[in-house]
């Protein structure tokens, strides 16, 4: 049978619905499909292909898929690594701020360059993420042959742009990029979170759903001590509450993060078929508390939750890694609960085909599969560190970074191979990259120098910030705080 690519004599984790491991295996593709998986045969280094690939020394395992991230300020990695909580959270909102008003394209354009160079080399072949801009993200990662997810952020408490624009930029986002790039680049809606919007935004976002019912609403869902309290200042008993009361608690919602979700959350979520995005480094690096509740992710999956992995802001924890999102969500587990939290398998398939599901393409990508698009890498586990190669889900899971993937292909295109991207002029990425930088220096106070990185002083960040939005924010929590302390 012919083929348009062949890989043979590999190790082959399917991650299918049987978690099929072969030992020696072949995978053919052909029209940007996997046409077939098996045991490897004498005669598959002759096979008639375009491409064969050798696969002795080489694992081969779907395309990994990062259900909930942010990019644009990609080219800030290492910038706020050693704040404090507060001093990190204040300079970046004061960011996101000038970014909402239209400054900073430059450094955002950059940001998405360096985000799909580096999550390829990576093996990340789908992300999901959330923007303010998210234009330049959509041909970024088109262009470069990925597959992402792409929408503006929504809020009328976070920044102080005018909601008939955010909604308008969010109509025109949708019209002008969703199922482009051979259906690789789609568009999602984004009320932003449940502690940043009033109830008239999450009823026009259910408006804009009704209008595109094919569209993921992706939004940030009990992240917070605040998410409820802002939903009872919104008239509900509480986050889901609100969701189902303006009719966005359904199959298309993708809740990032769920930290501090009780059993009556999970058991709505589960009945309501929404997914879940767990980002566990970006907690684990900002942790605001040691009593906080940690993600019921063993619990969300048993009752029958899809749950994918996100690496969710790299910049604020100095990662791309994907694998050790895998690594970092079974250390934080079991430190916070006991060990035995997930099986090595499990997290490989919340890095793959539960991530696929939870972005409503698990039919489509997510496990090697015939009938399934081309989405595939190669890690090269013909290393020390791989000596002996045994139990494999757990040397994924456990070992593995992002220096081992030695090829990606998505939807059947070779994008790097021999661990060279081909897809992007990766010196050119890096030369926009460091103008860019140079460039937010000179316009800013921040200084991002080789040793460390220096925010602006305090009176310039406030001065920075969003004003209206904000107040009305921490003045609405304040309210519906004394409230609930004090009944009147």
Known sequence: MAADIAIHDAVVLTVDDRNRLYERGTV?????????VRQSRDVDADIAADRVIDGEGKLVMPGLVNAHTHLELTPLLGAFSDLDLLEMMGSITAIYGRIADGEFDYLTEAGYELAALNFLAGGVTTVNSQDVRPSAGA?????????????????????????????????E???????TYDGRIRATINPHDD????????????????????????THLLELEESNTMARSNGANDSLDLLDDVGLLDDRLVAAHFRIADDEDIRRTAEADASVAHCPSIFSYWNTGSDVQWTPVPELRAAGVDVGLGIDDHYWHDSYNMFGEARQARLAANLKRSTGQYHSMELVRMLTVEGAKALGVGDEIGSLEPGKRADIILLNVDKPKFTPLTNVPAQVANNATSADVEAVIVDGDVLMEDGEVKAMDADAVRDRVESAVARFESETDWELGVGESEPPSERDVVRDLPKRGPAQLLGRLAFQSARDRFPF
Do not use: M, N
């Open 28 to 36: 053919l593709v052909e029209d940007s499909h996997i046409t077939e």
């Open 195 to 218: 502690w940043s919007c009033t109830r008239e935004l999450w009823e026009r976002t259910a408006d804009l759903a009704a209008e595109h019912p094919d569209l993921l609403v992706h």
């Open 173 to 179: 986002f949708i019209d002008e990029y969703h199922d």
């Open 139 to 171: 041909k970024t990662f088109g262009e470069a042959g990925l597959r992402g997810f792409f929408g503006p952020a929504l809020s009328d408490l976070f920044w102080d742009v005018p909601v008939d624009e955010q909604f308008a930029r969010a109509r």
